[in-house]
Nanobody, 124 residues
Framework: QVQLIESGGGSVQAGGSLRLSCAASGRTFSDYAITWFRQAPGKEREFVSAISWSGVITYYADSVKGRFTMFRANAKNTVTLQMNSLKPEDTAVYYC?????????????????WGQGTQVTVSS
């Protein structure tokens, strides 16, 4: 079992920054690729970013590319999503998910464990 806990959400004005963390406990964290998803009210859940088990490879949705950065610290069992230049359309509940293996995935159901989510609200 892997338990994932997100933190760092909150409210910020457009143009501001937030840093989300995903802390993991349980099995060997470095065995898992990690993905961030988000879901806005009334919308489907969408892929945000992903990172390989080693942290060498990252993927980003076009909507966040150049503004969000994802990195991990396996020794600390954490993954961080640095979000800059936030926009109102970034408002959503953000979830991290873990997928055992080398390759990261962009689909919710391809993962093995999921966190409970953290709310991000960006006001204009």
């Amino acid at each position: 079992q892997v338990q994932l806990i997100e933190s760092g959400g909150g409210s910020v004005q457009a143009g501001g920054s937030l840093r989300l963390s995903c802390a993991a406990s349980g099995r060997t964290f470095s065995d898992y690729a990690i993905t961030w998803f988000r879901q806005a009210p009334g919308k489907e859940r969408e892929f945000v970013s992903a990172i390989s088990w080693s942290g060498v490879i990252t993927y980003y949705a076009d909507s966040v590319k150049g503004r969000f950065t994802m990195f991990r610290a396996n020794a600390k069992n954490t993954v961080t999503l640095q979000m800059n230049s936030l926009k109102p359309e970034d408002t959503a509940v953000y979830y991290c998910a873990a997928r055992r293996g080398v390759r990261a995935a962009v689909t919710w159901t391809e993962h093995d464990y999921w966190g409970q989510g953290t709310q991000v609200t960006v006001s204009s």
